[in-house]
């Protein structure tokens, strides 16, 4: 039984991924995850199904009391055998509905609720318990969530980067976006997710610091997976990581 809790607990690796707005979390954190043949958190969905919920019921994002008492009710599950991972809440797949933009502008009041970050707290900690290969992404995975996991990145990269990745975004879609308003939103966002009290955006100390700027998507996965794959060589769990042709000593 001890050396069952042993292995079982050498067998854990959370990998944390921190940042501003617009570095590209979601779609590194999801990509690294495929390839180390971990699972992957995506908590912005968790706050995003909170409020489409909210949004659905006809309770007011900006109504603390009502859309806690929802938090506190809700039980979040992940189905991780499809890709990417299909959100429920209580039983009900979210999809593509927790990315409207309603969600998107009614989630912004929801993640500064400070009780319903709480309970999303609760919950992230118990899904990693009971799936501790984990790849997280989120503004305070490493900083509050999980200051004690395997390996904690923030990633960054300059508001004008950021604001010309969002221009170039948008123009794709069509949407035409004057390059001074998307940089002045951008930096007011920083100033806010800095500021507020709850889960704040700070670079958690002792991070590994990954500056996106100039770097396409792979090559940021492969920085990544570079410093994944050092920590985990550390406290020896690398031949439980997902394999591909990589020169692991490769420095980022
Ligand atoms: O990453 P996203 O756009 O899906 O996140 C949705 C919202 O939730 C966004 O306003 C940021 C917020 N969020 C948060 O406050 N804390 C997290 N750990 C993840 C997301």
């Known amino acids: ?53 909210a949004l659905t019921s006809n309770i007011d994002p900006r109504d603390t009391v009502a859309v806690t008492e929802l938090a506190l009710a809700s039980t979040l599950r992940f189905d991780w055998k499809v890709d990417p991972p299909e959100l429920f809440i209580d039983g009900v797949a979210c999809g593509d509905a927790i990315r409207t933009p ?81 940089l002045q939103s951008i930096v007011s966002r920083d100033a806010s997710d800095r500021a507020r009290s709850e889960g704040p955006l700070v670079r958690p100390e002792g991070a590994d610091v990954v500056d996106t700027g100039g770097l396409d998507v792979e090559r940021v996965v492969d920085a990544l997976e570079v410093i994944v794959r050092r920590h985990a060589r550390a406290i020896h769990e690398l031949p439980t990581l997902g394999t591909r042709s990589t020169d692991e000593d490769e420095t980022p």
Not at 39 to 53: H, K, N, Q, S, V
């Open 102 to 182: 309603a969600v998107t502008a009614a989630v912004a009041i929801v993640a500064c609720n400070a009780d319903v970050r709480r309970a999303m707290v609760r919950q992230q900690r118990a899904i990693a318990a009971a799936h501790p290969r984990l790849v997280t992404e989120g503004r305070d995975q490493g900083s509050a969530v999980f200051p004690d996991a395997t390996v904690r990145i923030y990633l960054d990269a300059a508001p004008e980067i950021r604001a010309q990745r969002r221009s170039e975004q948008l123009s794709a879609k069509g949407v035409h976006v004057d390059a001074a308003e998307i």
């Open 1 to 53: 039984m001890q050396l069952m809790m042993t292995l079982t607990a050498a067998a854990s690796i959370i990998v944390t991924i921190d940042g501003p707005a617009g570095t590209g979390k979601s779609t590194v954190a999801s990509s690294l995850a495929r390839r180390l043949g971990l699972e992957f958190l995506d908590t912005g969905a968790m706050y995003r199904a909170i409020a489409w919920r």
